[in-house]
């Protein structure tokens, strides 16, 4: 996807659902795409993508919930909701250190910058 991206230097983007490699994620970064993270991400199991969200900017994250499709590690075979975002906003702020309110903040800001709300 980035290689079509780049071949078309269209660079106005989420990487929905990201998960690559923390080296994926700087070029994208540095281009300016936003990484789209969610449920994937609280599993315990998923280390590679928390030390991803560990070291991510929060100038590029967006937190997205992808109702109904990929639930919560421990509600497998459930419907993921909206309202799950709060608990991912929660797990993403406790897997980077920081407040609840920093990864809302900066999730917020970055959307409405991106589709310009």
Do not use: W
């Amino acid at each position: 996807v980035f290689q079509r991206l780049k071949r078309h230097d269209y660079f106005k983007a989420v990487m929905h659902s990201f998960n690559g490699s923390a080296a994926q994620a700087a070029q994208m970064v540095s281009q300016g795409i936003y990484l789209g993270m969610g449920a994937a991400g609280l599993n315990p199991k998923a280390t590679k993508l928390q030390q991803l969200i560990k070291a991510m900017p929060l100038s590029h994250l967006m937190l997205e919930s992808d109702a109904p499709d990929q639930p919560m590690f421990d509600k497998h075979g459930e419907r993921n909701l909206p309202q799950d975002l709060v608990r991912i906003c929660q797990g993403i702020a406790d897997i980077k250190g920081i407040s609840y309110e920093a990864v809302a903040t900066a999730s917020n800001n970055n959307i409405k910058k991106l589709f310009k709300l």
